[in-house]
């Protein structure tokens, strides 16, 4: 296909298939975790809820766009795979850990 | 040296790629974001349009007693809306909903109805918070009721287009518009990248330098220039729905965060969260929006009324909320000062926002633009128009730049996208104008009139997709589809059809509105005219160019054959 041809790295369907998945499903639970950690940081520091809430999901909105450019951009798709799904389950740790020291 | 060069070469081919994939399978859907947020601009002038009965001007938020309790105590959820709520509830659903968990009614600026909303507690509901409601639409002058089946095609139409693609089930259509959002994000951040010559080419249009040429221009010139305006709708559309529906975290992950939250704050604000359980009278409403306004005004930021809550009606813990219009302000509603229900005792007055609240109301005030800003709201119709004319000239460049070697190929690629584009850009505004067309056409009393209306806009946009791939042949021999110049011209004949069947069926013609100085009226018939101007023109245009090909290609093919 030539449209697979266009790319810059050696890309046959299967591992075009796991670069977008990686962008939209890794790059959303990223964006999750980070939203949810960072929502309950704020919280924790202090920061009214909705506060907290608003301006993380905004931060995250950003967040998710720059991993998902990275992640077209980048040559290595396995670390791709490793920080945006490892990364996002760990932040949404992070975010579960710190209710349950407030709550 | 060279290492760097070879990388910076693949960063701009994977942004490149990036930007001409996903934009041409999500442009489908950002074109009519676009298309149909421009025209939510003016949802609630195109209302008016539609709904001839509602043709007055605007009206403050009418007296309480007067008014609005008589219309709230009439209304009652729908059978639609009972049924709907059946399955989560255990035992019968009673015949009259007595508990009010809640009366509201919101207006603005622009609003001749009032729009009201009352929530009612169900017996046996298995979640016990959950209310059921309803709608009601009212002329504020005497309090009428307005038949509510009736489509308001702007607010109720146009608008959920623009985010949802009217796609409800399991708010599918959220989703796909919220990820095409994204997209757009993507596809503005690695145009940019894509461009080496970046601010040279910020105002290069060579509308003579050949087709392919100039469609390019156009499409950097309406990105760029209008850049930050794609950047900032795209992203705070977004956020807009962040915590509703594409994170929600304080719903589910830190749902318990939330509630501690709920809690405190129901103490320290003094507004009750539940029903105490004991019947109480209601005071003199409007005596309580008296003392808001002049609470408002003693704070010199006089105002009107544009959202009044009654909250657990009837009860000894009711409460009554006025809300400032935020007709001043890029806040949609604000300064909220609420009271005792029973006793018209003032509770509390909403401090000023902090500064997160405040960027927050900045961000979401300014992307759904309640405010009064005439020149404004019109530069967002500009902005949007932009918008859709940047993703129009990307499928156009898509296919032009494919469509000859694809007729060498025997490839049907160019083909098909460029079918599809064509129902998307001409079949899209010819959709627009049927639903026009048939507001204007269907008998008054037609029952289920809305739907048949969207019958009417799917319906057409339906027979354009029809008519672009029947059409299509062309293109895979690498020449224009007539479809486009053909469209153009239905285009024409529709928008005429409305501005006159406008004129017959309400004698609303345009030196009479005009005259009156009418513009919900007058503004659309003149946009309708606009449109039927530039889809005249660019078929006209369309139809002269297809004839210069032809002369040149019908020789040359008559000598292939011999």
Not at chain 1, 35 to 51: P, R
Not at chain 2, 102 to 121: E, I
Not at chain 2, 123 to 146: C, V
Not at chain 2, 302 to 309: C, M, R, S, T, Y
Request: hydrophobic letters at 50%; a positive charge; charged letters at 15%.
């Amino acid at each position: 296909m030539s449209n697979a041809a266009m790319l810059p790295f050696p890309a046959p369907r299967l591992r075009l298939a796991a670069r977008i998945g990686a962008a939209v499903f890794g790059g959303y639970a990223f964006s999750w975790g980070f939203i949810a950690a960072g929502a309950a940081l704020m919280f924790k520091a202090g920061m009214d809820f909705h506060d907290a809430e608003f301006l993380s999901s905004a931060l995250g909105l950003l967040v998710f766009l720059t991993v998902f450019l990275w992640t077209f951009a980048t040559r290595r798709l396995v670390l791709a795979w490793v920080v945006l799904a490892g990364g996002g389950a760990l932040l949404a740790g992070v975010a579960s850990l710190v209710q349950a020291s407030i709550v | 040296m060279a290492a760097q060069g070879v990388a910076a070469q693949s960063f701009r081919q994977a942004m490149a790629w990036l930007h001409t994939w996903f934009g041409l399978v999500l442009g489908f859907v950002l074109m009519a974001a676009f298309f149909f947020g421009a025209l939510s601009v003016f949802d609630r002038e195109i209302d008016r349009w539609a709904i001839p009965s509602t043709r007055f001007e605007p009206q403050p938020m009418p007296s309480y007693e007067q008014i609005l309790r008589p219309a709230f105590e009439r209304m009652q959820p729908t059978q639609q809306a009972i049924d709907a709520m059946r399955p989560r509830v255990d035992g019968p659903m009673p015949e009259h909903f007595d508990t009010v968990a809640n009366w509201s009614a919101y207006t603005t600026h622009r609003d001749p109805v009032l729009a009201l909303f009352a929530g009612f507690q169900v017996p046996g509901a298995k979640d016990p918070d959950e209310a059921i409601f309803a709608l009601g639409t009212i002329d504020p002058r005497d309090g009428t009721a307005l038949p509510d089946d009736r489509l308001k095609i702007g607010s109720g139409f146009f608008y959920p287009m623009h985010y949802s693609l009217t796609l409800d089930w399991k708010n599918l259509g959220v989703w796909i518009v919220g990820f095409s959002a994204l997209v757009m994000l993507a596809a503005l951040v690695s145009g940019v990248v894509m461009h080496r010559k970046f601010f040279r080419e910020l105002f290069t249009f060579r509308p003579g330098k050949g087709g392919l040429r100039s469609v390019l221009d156009l499409h950097n010139l309406t990105g760029v220039v209008a850049l930050p305006f794609h950047f900032f709708f795209a992203f705070t559309g977004l956020v807009i729905f962040s915590a509703t529906y594409f994170f929600p975290v304080g719903h589910t992950q830190l749902h318990d965060l939330h509630d501690l939250h709920a809690a405190t704050e129901a103490s320290e604000l003094g507004l009750p969260h539940k029903r105490a359980g004991v019947p109480a009278g209601l005071a003199n409403v409007d005596a309580m929006v008296a003392e808001a306004q002049r609470r408002w005004a003693a704070r010199d930021m006089a105002g009107d009324v544009g959202f009044l809550v009654l909250q657990h009606v009837g009860d000894a813990n009711g409460y009554v909320s006025v809300y400032r219009a935020g007709t001043d302000r890029i806040a949609l509603v604000g300064q909220g000062i609420h009271f005792k229900a029973s006793t018209g005792v003032l509770i509390r007055e909403d401090p000023v926002a902090t500064p997160v609240g405040k960027v927050a109301e900045f961000l979401t005030g300014l992307h759904l633009q309640h405010f009064r800003h005439w020149l404004l709201r019109w530069l967002y119709v500009l902005g949007g128009l932009l918008g859709a004319v940047c993703i129009a000239t990307g499928f156009v460049f898509f296919v032009e730049k494919r469509k000859r070697q694809h007729a060498k190929q025997g490839s049907q690629g160019a083909r098909i996208v460029d079918a599809l584009a064509v129902t998307m850009i001409t079949g899209m505004v010819a959709a627009t104008l049927g639903i026009l067309v048939a507001n204007r056409l269907l008998p008054d009393d037609l029952p289920a009139r809305g739907d048949w209306e969207r019958y009417a806009f799917w319906g057409t946009w339906a027979l354009a997709l029809l008519h672009a791939g029947l059409r299509s042949a062309p293109v895979a021999r690498g020449l224009a589809n007539p479809a486009w110049r053909e469209q153009c011209g239905a285009i024409v004949v529709l928008a005429l059809a409305a501005v006159g069947l406008n004129w017959i069926t309400t004698g609303d013609h345009l030196l009479r509105t005009l005259g009156a100085g009418y513009w919900p009226v007058a503004g659309l018939d003149l946009a309708l005219l606009a449109t039927a101007a530039i889809a005249g023109a660019t078929g006209l245009h369309l139809r002269r160019r297809a004839a210069a090909t032809a002369a040149v290609e019908h020789p040359r093919r008559e000598a292939a054959h011999a």
